[in-house]
């Protein structure tokens, strides 16, 4: 089955600094690639999340690249704020009702 | 804009008893599912449903059961809890799409076996 790996599991950056997270899936069938941000007694909440058949996205702050060939997808925040100070889960999927995901990282954003 | 709504929020359990999490979502989705997060192993699947009345196993089945009451509910149930089975528990669902599924959770229920 499908194996994802993410890197790093924890993170520290300063405020209004630059985050990436970087996750490696292992089958080349997996077509759409989400991330979940969790914050502290919540479930993951869906921020961003990238099909196959594109290389980027970017929601104001937060961009997701893929790298098909590779088989390894990061997602990028920019600017961070405190707010941003959460677990960040990535996910691969190749069919409709499997979904794996990494280990998850937790970021702190130091003010 | 309820979403996923799971019960209860907190239990504690004592070796051998049995308990049930309910789960529920109003998006209209056909597939619901229920994982298991455990400290640095991310979120493992317990079992899914495709569809009102189909079940199946995920990753980590062994000590739980599943029922799909309806399209809405999809109940996990601990027969004889273990220790091993303190955990987080999330109840999730998702929407399929033209180019495919997205998943949406619970807020989670925090279980402990002593």
């Known amino acids: 089955g499908e194996n994802v790996e993410q890197h790093p599991s924890t993170l520290s950056v300063q405020e209004g600094d630059s985050a990436v997270i970087k996750c490696t899936y292992s089958d080349s069938a997996s077509n759409y690639f989400p991330w979940y941000k969790q914050e502290l007694g919540k479930g993951p909440q869906l921020i961003i999340d990238i099909r196959s058949n594109v290389g980027e996205k970017k929601d104001q702050r937060i961009a997701v690249t893929l790298n098909k060939t590779a088989k390894h997808f990061s997602l990028h925040i920019t600017e961070t704020q405190p707010e941003d100070s959460a677990v960040y889960f990535c996910?691969?999927?190749?069919?409709?009702?499997?979904?794996?995901f990494g280990t998850g990282t937790s970021l702190t954003v130091i003010p | 804009n309820a979403g996923v709504t799971q019960t209860p929020k907190f239990q504690v359990l004592k070796t051998g008893q049995s308990m049930t999490l309910q789960c529920a979502q109003d998006m209209n989705h056909n597939s619901m599912y229920w994982y298991r997060q455990d400290p640095g192993m991310g979120l493992r699947l317990i079992y899914y449903?495709?569809?009102?009345?189909?079940?199946d196993k995920g990753e980590v089945p062994n000590g739980y059961n599943v029922s799909r009451l309806n399209k809405r509910e999809f109940s996990l149930r601990l027969e004889s809890a273990a220790p091993s089975q303190t955990s987080v528990y999330f109840c999730a669902s998702s929407a399929e799409t033209v180019s495919g599924n997205t998943i949406y959770f619970g807020e989670g229920s925090w279980l402990t076996v002593v």
């Open positions: 449903s495709a569809s009102e009345g189909t079940t």
């Open positions: 996910a691969a999927s190749f069919t409709g009702n499997q979904f794996y």
